[in-house]
C-alpha cells in the first residue's frame, strides 16, 4: 500500500492553507517524546543517557493528546526511547488516530510482534522500524546482534496483519554506499510501505562521537547512495528533501516545522538541541529566537547538520509554497530526482552557508532532461521522524 491519498491531501491542504493565511511558521509533525527509555543502547543515540529517574518516567495519555491538540500539526511522529516500553502506547496511538491525525510511531521492533494485537491497522497509523541496513551494519549501529533479523520478522509480521509498515534509517560516517542500496532492495522485498532517510546528529551526549556525518560528506555519500536509484525503491520523504541530501536543492532549516514535546515540556528549538523548555506551544512558538538557528545563522551547533527533522518541513513547504518547488516535485516524481553528470562531486564549501533561504526564489541550476533522468525511484510526500 503507497502512502495514502488522504494523508497527501491532508497535507497539501494545510500548508496551502497557512501560505494563503500568510503564516509563515506553523508545526507539520508533532515529534512527541513518551520517554526517553529504551531497550537498546546504540552508539549514536542522544536519548538515553538521561539519569535512572528520568529514564523511567512516562508522559500520560492526557499529556500526550493535550500536546496534539495544543499543537495541531497533521501529523504525529512517536520516537523516543522506545515508545513500545511505555504501558499505554496503544491507548496514545489510539487518541491520536480518533483525532484523524497521520501518526507513525517509531519502535526498534524488538517488542513488536508481542505487542501487535493492542493496535489496530488504519490508514492514519504506521509503524516506522528503526533499521539501520543491512544485518551486520545494523547490528553494529545498535550495538546488538540479532536484532535485524527480529526487526525484519516483525515487519512481515506486521504487514501480514494489514498495518502500514516504513522504516527509518540513519547514515553515519563509513556507511558504503552499495551496502546500503542493497539494503533497499532487502527493505522492498520485505514489501514497506517507504523508507525514510536521515544522516546522524552529532548529539552531544551520544556514546560514539567519530562517525558523525559534515555536510560534505553527507552530499557524496547520499550522492553515491541515491544515484541511479531503482525505479521499486520507495521512500516516504519529499523529492525536495532528498535532492538537498544529495546538494541538488537548496533549503534552510525550519526548527519550528518538527517541534518536539516530552516530559520537560516544549522543547527549544527543535527536536536535536535543547535549549530549555516551555510549558506551551504558544510559548515555544513566540519565545524562541529561531533566527539564530539553522546553517545560515551560523550556529555551531547547525553548521553540519541535515536532518529530516529540521529540513524534511522545509522541503515540504517550498513544494506546497513554491512554484519553483512543486514543478521540481512533479518532474522528479514524474521521471526521478535528475541524475546532474555534472555533480559527481559535491559543491564546494567555503566555510560560508552552501545552502540558501527556504523562500529564496534564486535560480537553480537547470536540471537533467526527462529522458537524461535515470533516477527513477518512487518519491512520495513528506513524513516523519525519528
Ligand atoms: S539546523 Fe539542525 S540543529 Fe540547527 S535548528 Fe535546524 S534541526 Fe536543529
Known amino acids: ?27 507539520l509533525v508533532l515529534m512527541l517524546e513518551p520517554l526517553f527509555r529504551c531497550n537498546l543502547a546504540c552508539a549514536g543515540c542522544g536519548k538515553i543517557q538521561y539519569p535512572g529517574d528520568i529514564l523511567r518516567k512516562n508522559l500520560s495519555v492526557e499529556d500526550c493528546l493535550r500536546a496534539v491538540d495544543e499543537c495541531g500539526a497533521p501529523m504525529v511522529a512517536i520516537p523516543g526511547g522506545e ?16 483525532r484523524k491525525k497521520y501518526v507513525y510511531m517509531c519502535t526498534n521492533a524488538l517488542l513488536l510482534e508481542k505487542h501487535l494485537h493492542r493496535f489496530q491497522p488504519s490508514k492514519y497509523f504506521s509503524f516506522s522500524v528503526h533499521m539501520d541496513g543491512l544485518r551486520e551494519e545494523h547490528d553494529h549501529a545498535v550495538c546488538r ?31 558504503e554506499p552499495e551496502r546500503v542500496r542493497q539494503f533497499f532492495d ?38 553515491r547512495t541515491l544515484e541511479k536509484a531503482s525505479r521499486r525503491w520507495k521512500f516516504n520523504q519529499s523529492p525536495l528533501f532528498l535532492m538537498f541530501l ?13 517541534p518536539t514535546y516530552n516530559i520537560f515540556g516544549w522543547q527549544k528549538p527543535c527536536y536535536l538541541l535543547q535549549e530549555g523548555y516551555t510549558q506551551s506551544f504558544q510559548e515555544l512558538m513566540e519565545s524562541t529566537q529561531w533566527e ?5 545563522s ?5 553548521s553540519d547538520c541535515m536532518v529530516h527533522s529540521g529540513y524534511e518541513p522545509s522541503a ?18 514524474l521521471f526521478g530526482i535528475p541524475d546532474d553528470k555534472s555533480s559527481s562531486e559535491p559543491p564546494k564549501t567555503t566555510g560560508r552557508p552552501l545552502l540558501q533561504p527556504l523562500d529564496s526564489e534564486a535560480p537553480f541550476p537547470t536540471p537533467a532532461s526527462p529522458r537524461e533522468s535515470v533516477s527513477t525511484a518512487a518519491y512520495q510526500l513528506p513524513i516523519i521522524t525519528r
Open 316 to 333: 515540504v513547504a517550498a513544494t506546497f509554497g513554491t512554484l519553483s518547488g512543486f514543478l521540481q516535485t512533479v518532474r522528479a516524481v
Open 83 to 98: 515508545p513500545l516500553l511505555h504501558p499505554q502506547i496503544d491507548e496514545i496511538v489510539a487518541g491520536i488516530v480518533a
Open 145 to 175: 546482534e540479532g536484532t535485524y533479523d527480529i526487526a525484519e520478522r516483525a515487519i512481515r509480521a506486521a504487514i501480514a496483519a494489514g498495518f502500514r509498515v516504513t522504516t527509518n534509517t540513519t547514515l553515519f560516517d563509513g556507511a
Open 1 to 27: 500500500m503507497g502512502v495514502p491519498i488522504s494523508q497527501m491531501w491532508t497535507v497539501a491542504t494545510y500548508v496551502l492553507g497557512k501560505k494563503l493565511r500568510g503564516v509563515t511558521r506553523y508545526p
Open 246 to 258: 544529495q546538494g541538488k536543492w537548496k533549503l534552510e532549516c525550519t526548527p519550528w516545522g518538527n
Open 186 to 223: 532487502a527493505m522492498t522485498e520485505l514489501g514497506v510501505e517507504g523508507m525514510m532517510l536521515s544522516p546522524g546528529y552529532s548529539y552531544e551526549k551520544a556514546p560514539d562521537q567519530e562517525h558523525f556525518l559534515k555536510r560534505r560528506k553527507t552530499v557524496q555519500l547520499f550522492r
Open 292 to 296: 539564530n538557528y539553522g546553517c545560515q
Open 298 to 302: 551560523g550556529n555551531p551547533h547547525c
